[in-house]
């Protein structure tokens, strides 16, 4: 079966807009339009001891706590 992006929703996977990095199983997305500094931002926190979750399209999923930040490795341009 092949799952398109249209239907990660249906799986109740949402993709957005934004930075992602975590640090002590905390996250933080960093949301902003383009060209407004995320993938910089996102950048001097893993500087600072932050992990990589995403630069431009994390998925988010509910769970029982909350929201789940999911890592999407990819190249960041700067």
Avoid: N, Q, W
Avoid at 32 to 39: E, F, I, L, P, T
């Amino acid at each position: 079966m092949v799952v398109s992006f249209c239907s990660l929703e249906f799986y109740g996977f949402f993709s957005i807009h934004a930075g992602a990095v975590s640090k002590k199983d905390r996250a933080l997305l960093l949301l902003a339009d383009g060209g407004g500094g995320k993938s910089t931002t996102t950048f001097a926190l893993m500087r600072k001891g932050f992990k990589f979750l995403a630069d431009d399209r994390p998925f988010l999923k509910e769970d029982g706590a909350g929201v789940e930040i999911l890592s999407v490795p990819e190249r960041m341009s700067l």
